[in-house]
């Protein structure tokens, strides 16, 4: 397989719950990246990584936490959300972080 | 803080008609991106521009880079149904990119 895949492509969960996005590249890449997209919005850099260490972080509610085991997957664990949390989360990846990024297909969310 | 402007926000347009769309900020940029969104999915790269007034071709579709580079415009021609999604552009000044809130372009047949 290659490129960047997302899973689940789809999910709904409750503000109480526990849930995981996860992505993998199959590029060889050294940076990976989260984005939230929602409607009428620009995309909103999330989270970067770069050989496994983060390198920005924008900001983010504490509800979203990223974890990067190694150069090749990225999670985004999410607790406790709120309805307006709900967007299609966008992962991509890049050579390095000054390179051009390649984006998987992304993660419908709905939070009810 | 930059400001980027992609316009128009929304256009629609008949299949085999041409079509210009623009991105537009207050800073200087080292390079940009276009990218296009079919719904459902991730963006996916069209052309990086580097060069103050470069111009690249794709098919039918034209990527011009702004002399100062703080503008870019994307032209097709002869547009096709196939040619429909969400038009983002994302400049980079040294490690940080930002995209634009982009055009959202429908051909109809």
């Known amino acids: 397989e290659t490129g960047v895949t997302q899973t689940p492509r789809h999910l709904v969960m409750g503000m109480t719950n526990k849930k995981s996005l996860k992505c993998e590249q199959h590029?060889?890449?050294?940076?990976m990246y989260w984005y939230k997209q929602s409607a009428k919005k620009p995309l909103e850099l999330m989270f970067v990584?770069?050989?496994?260490?983060?390198?920005e972080n924008n900001s983010v509610p504490s509800r979203f936490s990223p974890e990067c085991p190694n150069s090749s997957h990225l999670f985004l664990h999410l607790h406790t959300l709120q309805p307006e949390d709900s967007a299609l989360y966008l992962c991509?990846?890049?050579?390095?972080?000054?390179?051009?990024?390649?984006f998987g297909p992304g993660t419908r969310l709905t939070v009810t | 803080t930059q400001l980027l402007e992609q316009s128009p926000q929304f256009l629609s347009i008949q299949e085999g008609e041409n079509l210009t769309v623009y991105c537009n900020s207050s800073?200087?940029?080292?390079?940009l991106q276009w990218y296009r969104q079919e719904p459902g999915e991730g963006p996916v790269l069209l052309v990086t521009?580097?060069?103050?007034?470069e111009v690249k071709k794709l098919k039918r579709l034209t990527f011009q880079f702004g002399d100062a580079r703080k503008d870019s415009s994307l032209h097709i021609t002869a547009a096709q149904p196939g040619d429909t999604g969400l038009y983002l552009c994302?400049?980079?000044?040294?490690?940080?990119?930002?995209f634009g809130a982009g055009t959202r372009l429908t051909v109809k047949p």
């Open positions: 991509a990846s890049s050579q390095d972080i000054s390179y051009e990024q390649y």
């Open positions: 590029l060889g890449h050294n940076a």
């Open positions: 990584y770069s050989l496994e260490e983060r390198v």
């Open positions: 800073s200087v940029f080292s390079s």
């Open positions: 994302a400049p980079k000044r040294g490690n940080d990119m930002r």
């Open positions: 521009v580097v060069t103050g007034g």
